[in-house]
């Protein structure tokens, strides 16, 4: 038998049948294919059906959504629903409550009391002293011999002071010195200005002296 040059599996038998059985699994996939789409458009249809079921027991409302076209059912517009009108809620109406005033209570007037006024009560008269009749006071006369009267402003009551001072005449005044002139007015009481006012140390000096001219021309006649 001669040698072709031609392996087993490049034989022509062999090849067709190669050929067959590629056809045959192709065959079987599209069978397959074809079964897997028709259960599931089964199952569409009957989950289709089902929800119609539901919805027209008035267990499933139907929502705004435009449903899926059947392809087994011939095509037919499908309107879309209107969506649900929610009525605005009735507004509530409050009837306004008058507010309650209570009236003020009236004020209790009290009649007032009488006070019981006690007269009043005269207040004694002090007692009055019994008149006892003084005797005017009596003015110490200057001692007979003293000249102290001769003086300007000096009258016998300031003379006789003097006199119980130990100025019993106008040589003895005219002997004082300032310091003493002021100690002698200090206890003449009302009169103690006049020392000074009157000069009286210094006529008594004009007049110790003899200078009558001189006195006269200064404080006056005599």
Do not use: N
Not at 103 to 126: D, N, S
Request: proline content about 13%; overall charge negative; hydrophobic content about 45%.
């Amino acid at each position: 038998m001669q040698d072709s040059g031609t392996t087993p599996l490049q034989s022509p038998g062999f090849l067709g049948a190669l050929t067959t059985v590629h056809f045959v699994i192709i065959a079987l996939l599209a069978v397959l294919v074809i079964i897997g789409i028709g259960y599931g458009m089964k199952l569409a249809r009957e989950r289709r059906s089902a929800t119609r079921e539901l919805e027209d027991a008035g267990h499933l409302e139907r929502t705004g959504d435009v449903p899926a076209a059947d392809p087994d059912r011939p095509a037919e517009t499908i309107a879309p629903s209107e969506p649900a009108r929610v009525e605005p809620p009735a507004p509530i109406l409050i009837e306004p409550v008058a507010p309650v005033v209570e009236e003020p209570a009236a004020p209790v007037v009290q009649e007032p009391t009488a006070i019981p006024v006690e007269p009043p009560v005269a207040a004694p008269e002090p007692a009055r002293a019994p008149f006892v009749e003084t005797a005017a006071p009596v003015v110490p006369a200057a001692p007979a011999g003293s000249d102290l009267t001769r003086l300007k402003g000096l009258g016998p009551k300031v003379a006789a002071m003097l006199v119980e001072q130990g100025i019993p005449d106008i040589a003895t005044l005219a002997r004082l010195q300032p310091a003493e002139a002021d100690d002698v007015a200090s206890r003449l009481g009302t009169f103690a200005p006049r020392m000074a006012k009157d000069r009286w140390v210094e006529q008594a000096r004009y007049l110790a002296a003899g200078d009558i001219a001189g006195f006269e021309a200064v404080f006056g006649k005599l």
